[in-house]
């Protein structure tokens, strides 16, 4: 799930991940191969 919103321009952003169990004691998570990349999508809901 990615929240949608808009944020003024900064010269800097922290990006920080949550995992949740919305049902259950939980548990680990481990999470890799993760990247960030500066692009413009025109329809975020859609992921065009």
Same mark, same amino acid.
């Given at each position: @799930?990615?929240?949608?919103? !808009? @944020? %003024? +321009?900064? &010269?800097?952003? %922290?990006?920080? !991940? !949550?995992?949740?169990?919305?049902?259950?004691?939980?548990? +680990?998570? /481990?999470? &890799? *191969? !993760?990247? /960030? &990349?500066? %692009?413009?999508? %025109? *329809? /975020?809901?859609?992921? &065009?």
């Amino acid at each position: @799930m990615t929240r949608y919103f !808009l @944020m %003024k +321009d900064a &010269e800097s952003v %922290k990006v920080g !991940l !949550l995992a949740q169990a919305p049902t259950g004691q939980g548990g +680990d998570r /481990i999470y &890799e *191969n !993760l990247s /960030i &990349e500066s %692009k413009t999508v %025109k *329809n /975020i809901r859609a992921g &065009e």
